[in-house]
């Protein structure tokens, strides 16, 4: 990011129905770079902005990255271990999010579109040297929303909404969905699905974007998940549930269902929870 420069903006404090935005702060040498484990009151967003790493959640290790988006809810364990010489640029937000609100996962990937949207509105904020001034809060607020609204989609906490609301014949998602449930599993890929529908994938994300805030691969995410927690009351084995979404590697799919919802498959069928899309 060009004219970067480190930010803390306390006492933000802004809120709207189910979601509270205590503080922000964007540095390179994270808060949560060391090696012992800790935890929060709040819950924080991290946004991966420039450079690699580690966030252990849980015990459990996700790799980080530039887009990397991971949720950190009030009182989890996390540490952060950084993989390169170069401490990596991290936008931190501290917030309260309301339980039971969709589907949060503990990590998500931006797509490259959405990390360039979301650097572009930060470097609005460093062209005012007055930004940390409380005057400035509504400005700011306006930059922490539209980065909340990609953030919270990505993780699941916000439900996407089809913005042609129920004029289905404009409704791609709708169709990619079914194209998902006839035609996905190990042998086809993204641009495969991508294809059916006559679009390039790089365009297809793009109008998936605009009609319900998700890009090919996190709606197939969400497609899959159902169709796995479905499979799992139904008293599938584990290894039979991945191979019925596609995913034929049963720790692979352990590993990609804890991501998805932040327990294990047998956790999840022990004590199964409520999918809100």
Known sequence: ?????????????????????????????????????HSH???????????KGQQRVNGVLYPARSGTVIH????????????????????????????GRGVSHTCDQFTADQLTETKSRLSTLFRNPMIEKKEMSLRVAAVVLDILDMSLKAIGW?????????????SISKRIERLLETSDGPEVDLEDIAKLTGYQQDHLNRLLRAECGLTLGQLRSRCRLKRAVALLGEKCSI???????????????????????????????????????
């Open 1 to 37: 990011m060009k004219n970067y420069r480190p930010l803390l903006i306390q006492d933000l404090n802004f809120q709207m129905p189910g979601l509270k935005v205590l503080r922000l702060r964007l540095n390179r040498h994270l808060p949560e770079a060391r090696w012992t484990e």
């Open 239 to 277: 290894q039979e549930t991945g191979e019925k979404i596609g995913i034929l590697d049963p720790n692979y799919f352990s590993r990609w269902f804890r991501q998805q919802t932040g327990v294990s498959p047998s956790a999840w069928r022990r004590k199964p929870r409520e999918l809100r899309f």
């Open 158 to 170: 916000l439900n996407p909404v089809n913005r042609f609301s129920n004029a289905k014949h404009f």
């Open 72 to 99: 950190l809810p009030a009182g989890t364990p996390h540490a952060f271990e950084q993989q390169a010489a170069r401490p990596p640029l991290c936008l931190v937000i501290d917030l309260e999010l309301e339980v």
């Open 41 to 51: 009151e709040h819950d924080q967003l991290l946004i991966y902005l420039m450079g």
